[in-house]
């Protein structure tokens, strides 16, 4: 198995300043694990890594994709892994950073994706019935087909309604729960470091970060994606940073309540965020807030990691 080493946790943490200096002690190139990081013209509403820090340690699969297309995570599973093989064909050092759950698990585990249907008629069957009835007849449909897909899927997540629908459409008698079939990828030996900090510093963050992002051009970005033909309804745009500024510009809100949201809807993303990692039962977690600054932090992290690889 090859060793990857992997940095997780919630937004605002400190992710990108800590995988750097870890790559950068451990000769390692970094694997973006960011699921708006890897949009072209998306740059401060992701919080991208600097030029100046992607000069330092080199990047994989961050600021490449068209935010007009769909990416689907099995499209990121497909980069990464070829990402990770190229780093360990240099000799190097993977290193995994960022935030978005189901892209770790992607890597982490040995997950199968199915491919989508054909079928276009009966997709758009299930399209037409979610535009006139709602997601949640959808759901209807799905718990007399299968109960436990039903209980699985959240009545409002309209996609993922019709890939099961879907799914069982096609043949299959179940749709198996996402957890219930995946077990650790046999290719990797990931040692994984999770960061946190006191929740009252963590939120500071994340209000603080909020406030540099908007006085660095937030809004600006924006139209300037919607000038693109870019709306709500496209997934790149879905994204906390995003949605709350095109609320802005189509008069749902003002800017200030606009901004407000941006900030309420990332300490609730972090939330969840430390939930997900914190299933991990092999993460190795560090409280920021227990050192007297990142630095001491990072010479904790580096001087484990050294007895680990």
């Given at each position: 198995?090859?060793?990857?080493?992997?940095?997780?946790?919630?937004?605002?943490?400190?992710?990108?300043?800590?995988?750097?200096?870890?790559?950068?002690?451990?000769?390692?190139?970094?694997?973006?694990?960011?699921?708006?990081?890897?949009?072209?013209?998306?740059?401060?509403?992701?919080?991208?890594?600097?030029?100046?820090?992607?000069?330092?340690?080199?990047?994989?699969?961050?600021?490449?994709?068209?935010?007009?297309?769909?990416?689907?995570?099995?499209?990121?599973?497909?980069?990464?892994?070829?990402?990770?093989?190229?780093?360990?064909?240099?000799?190097?050092?993977?290193?995994?950073?960022?935030?978005?759950?189901?892209?770790?698990?992607?890597?982490?585990?040995?997950?199968?994706?199915?491919?989508?249907?054909?079928?276009?008629?009966?997709?758009?069957?299930?399209?037409?019935?979610?535009?006139?009835?709602?997601?949640?007849?959808?759901?209807?449909?799905?718990?007399?087909?299968?109960?436990?897909?039903?209980?699985?899927?959240?009545?409002?997540?309209?996609?993922?309604?019709?890939?099961?629908?879907?799914?069982?459409?096609?043949?299959?008698?179940?749709?198996?729960?996402?957890?219930?079939?995946?077990?650790?990828?046999?290719?990797?030996?990931?040692?994984?470091?999770?960061?946190?900090?006191?929740?009252?510093?963590?939120?500071?963050?994340?209000?603080?970060?909020?406030?540099?992002?908007?006085?660095?051009?937030?809004?600006?970005?924006?139209?300037?994606?919607?000038?693109?033909?870019?709306?709500?309804?496209?997934?790149?745009?879905?994204?906390?940073?995003?949605?709350?500024?095109i609320d802005y510009f189509t008069g749902?809100?003002?800017?200030?309540?606009?901004?407000?949201?941006?900030?309420?809807?990332?300490?609730?993303?972090?939330?969840?965020?430390?939930?997900?990692?914190?299933?991990?039962?092999?993460?190795?977690?560090?409280?920021?807030?227990?050192?007297?600054?990142?630095?001491?932090?990072?010479?904790?992290?580096?001087?484990?990691?050294?007895?680990?690889?």
């Open positions: 198995m090859d060793k990857i080493i992997v940095i997780a946790g919630p937004t605002a943490v400190g992710k990108t300043k800590f995988a750097i200096a870890i790559a950068e002690k451990f000769n390692a190139e970094i694997v973006s694990c960011d699921s708006m990081q890897l949009y072209k013209y998306m740059d401060i509403g992701s919080a991208k890594p600097t030029e100046e820090e992607m000069a330092r340690v080199k990047h994989h699969l961050v600021d490449f994709a068209d935010p007009r297309e769909d990416f689907s995570v099995a499209r990121y599973q497909q980069l990464a892994k070829k990402a990770i093989r190229n780093i360990l064909e240099k000799g190097k050092l993977p290193l995994i950073s960022g935030g978005t759950g189901l892209y770790l698990n992607s890597i982490l585990y040995d997950m199968e994706f199915s491919p989508h249907s054909k079928d276009t008629y009966y997709r758009e069957k299930l399209e037409k019935i979610a535009e006139a009835k709602g997601s949640r007849e959808l759901h209807r449909m799905l718990a007399e087909l299968d109960a436990d897909a039903a209980e699985e899927i959240h009545p409002n997540n309209k996609k993922r309604l019709i890939r099961a629908l879907e799914r069982l459409n096609e043949g299959e008698e179940h749709v198996k729960p996402f957890r219930g079939i995946c077990r650790e990828n046999p290719e990797y030996d990931a040692i994984l470091i999770g960061l946190t900090r006191n929740r009252e510093e963590l939120y500071d963050r994340i209000n603080r970060r909020v406030d540099e992002l908007v006085s660095e051009g937030l809004f600006k970005e924006v139209e300037k994606l919607m000038d693109m033909g870019l709306t709500s309804e496209d997934i790149s745009m879905k994204g906390i940073g995003y949605k709350e500024i749902v809100c003002d800017a200030e309540t606009a901004i407000d949201n941006v900030k309420k809807n990332t300490r609730h993303y972090a939330k969840k965020q430390l939930t997900w990692f914190r299933r991990y039962d092999k993460m190795n977690w560090y409280n920021i807030s227990d050192f007297r600054n990142d630095e001491e932090a990072a010479e904790e992290i580096s001087l484990w990691l050294e007895k680990k690889i």
